[in-house]
C-alpha cells in the first residue's frame, strides 16, 4: 500500500521533487494485543532523525536552518462523524541538530478507541524565516494549558485554530513539505488475527536523494527496535543514514467512566444522574406504580444507546459496559423497593429491565457472545463499585452548593 510521499520545492523557484519514502511497521518485544471492539491505543513520536547524508534537507538547509513539524490526525467514527486534533512541534535550529534524536517523546493521539478509524499526516517544513518560528513557538507553547485526552472539546478548538494559521503559512500543496506522511495508523501488525492488533513501532525512512538506489533495496527484514537504545535497527546497527520519523502503537487504558458519570455535561451523563444513579422511588408504594417506573426506565434505558454512541471517547464495548451498569442499578433500586413494600420476588417488575441488560451487547454492534456477555456482566459489577465510591463524594459536594 502506498502511504508516503516526501516532497520538495526548492524556495527559489517552483520546481518540485517527489520522492516515494518507505513505512516500516517492527514488532515489539512482550507486545500486548489490542482488541478493536474493546480497547484503545495511544500514538506518540518517539523521535525524529534528519541525516546529514539526506542531500534533500541539506539543499534546504543551505537557505534556512528552523523547521515545523504539523500533527494532524483525523478520527473517523461509525456514525460518519470526524474529530481532528492537530499541532504542531517547533523545530529551532534544525540545521544543527543533524545526526541525533529530534521532536523526542510527543503524545499524537490520546487512548484513542481502537473501534474507529484513525489517519494520521506528518508534514514538516522548513521555515522562510524567523519570524515564522516564533510564531510557531507561541503556538506550541499554548498546548500546555489543554488536556491529554485528544479527544476532548478543547482539543477541537486548538485544532482548528492551529489548522488555519499553519495552512495560511506553509499552504496545503504537498510540494511545499520537504517530508509529507499519510496513512492509517490502525493496520494489522505483527501478526494481528482479524479483529486485533499488535502494539508495534512505525518508521517512515525517506531517501537521501532521487535514484537512491541503496533506499530502494533496504530490506524489511532487517529492521527492528531496539527498547535498550531507544532506537530503531537496521542491520543491528542504529539507522542513521537515512532520515525517519519513529511512532509508537501502544495499548491505553480506557477513559474513566465512573467520573465522566459525574463530571461530564454530556447529555448520557445528565440524563444517566438523574434517571439511573440517582433513581427515586419516593412516593412509589405499589405494585402498579413500580411498574410504571420500571417502564419509564426501559423507555429512558432506551433513548440513552443514542446519547452514548454520542459520546466518542467510548469504544463500542464502553458503551455497552455502561448501558449495562445503568440498567442493573435501576433493577437493584426497583427491587429494593419491592423488597420494602413486600412484593413477591416474581411479581416484581424487573424482567424486561433485566432481559435488557442481557442485550446491550447488540445495542453497538458487538458480537453478544456468551463470552462477551459474561465478560460485560462482570465488569459492570465492578463498574458499580467505583460508581458508589465517587457518588458519595458526588452527593456531599451537591449538598454543600
Not at 478493536?36 to 534556512?64: C, N, P
Not at 494532524?72 to 541525533?100: A, W, Y
Not at 546497527?237 to 454530556?266: C, D, T, Y
Not at 447488540?362 to 459492570?380: C, H, M, S, V
Request: hydrophobic content about 40%.
Amino acid at each position: 500500500m502506498r502511504i508516503l510521499a516526501f516532497f520538495l520545492c526548492a524556495s527559489t523557484s517552483l520546481t518540485c521533487y517527489a520522492i516515494d519514502a518507505a513505512p516500516y511497521r517492527l514488532p515489539l518485544n512482550n507486545a500486548e494485543t489490542i482488541d478493536t471492539a474493546k480497547d484503545h491505543y495511544s500514538v506518540s513520536l518517539l523521535y525524529g532523525w534528519v541525516s546529514t547524508e539526506d542531500t534533500i534537507l541539506q539543499r534546504i538547509f543551505s537557505k534556512t536552518k528552523d523547521g515545523t513539524l504539523q500533527l494532524s490526525v483525523s478520527n473517523t467514527f461509525f456514525d460518519g462523524d470526524k474529530i481532528p486534533s492537530e499541532q504542531i512541534v517547533t523545530l529551532m535550529d534544525l540545521k544543527s541538530n543533524t545526526d541525533r534524536p529530534i521532536a523526542q517523546t510527543v503524545s499524537v493521539a490520546d487512548r484513542v478507541p481502537a473501534d474507529i478509524d484513525t489517519h494520521l499526516t506528518v508534514k514538516l517544513t522548513i521555515n522562510r524565516d524567523d519570524t515564522i518560528g516564533l510564531v510557531m513557538k507561541a503556538i506550541e507553547s499554548t498546548k500546555a494549558d489543554l488536556p491529554a485526552d485528544t479527544l476532548a472539546a478543547p482539543w477541537i478548538g486548538y485544532s482548528k485554530a492551529v489548522s488555519s494559521i499553519t495552512k495560511e503559512l506553509f499552504g496545503t500543496n504537498k510540494s511545499n513539505f520537504p517530508i509529507y506522511w499519510t496513512g492509517d495508523v490502525k493496520v494489522v501488525a505483527a501478526v494481528g488475527a482479524p479483529g486485533l492488533i499488535k502494539e508495534h513501532i512505525l518508521v517512515v525512512v525517506s531517501p537521501r536523494e532521487d535514484g537512491d538506489a541503496q533506499f530502494k533495496a533496504l530490506s524489511a527484514a532487517k529492521f527492528s527496535y531496539s527498547d535498550a537504545e531507544q532506537r530503531v535497527l537496521y542491520d543491528q546497527k542504529p539507522l542513521s543514514g537515512w532520515s525517519h520519523l519513529v511512532f509508537r502503537v501502544s495499548k491505553a487504558e480506557p477513559v474513566n467512566i465512573a467520573q465522566l458519570m459525574f463530571e461530564s455535561n454530556a447529555p448520557w451523563a445528565v440524563v444517566a444522574r438523574s434517571q439511573f444513579l440517582f433513581l427515586s422511588v419516593s412516593g412509589v408504594e405499589n405494585g402498579q406504580q413500580l411498574k410504571a417506573l420500571s417502564e419509564n426506565v426501559g423507555t429512558q434505558l432506551k433513548s440513552e444507546i443514542d446519547l452514548l454512541n454520542k459520546e466518542h471517547r467510548f469504544s463500542k464495548y464502553d458503551r455497552a459496559l455502561t448501558l449495562r451498569h445503568f440498567a442493573d442499578v435501576a433493577t437493584t433500586t426497583i427491587k429494593a423497593q419491592c423488597l420494602r413494600l413486600k412484593i413477591d420476588v416474581m411479581a416484581c417488575p424487573t424482567s424486561e429491565l433485566q432481559q435488557f441488560s442481557e442485550n446491550v451487547a447488540a445495542y453497538f454492534g458487538l458480537q453478544p457472545t456468551a463470552r462477551i456477555n459474561q465478560e460485560i456482566k462482570d465488569q459492570a459489577s465492578i463498574l458499580t463499585g467505583k460508581v458508589n465510591s465517587i457518588a458519595s463524594i458526588y452527593k456531599k459536594r451537591q449538598g454543600d452548593i
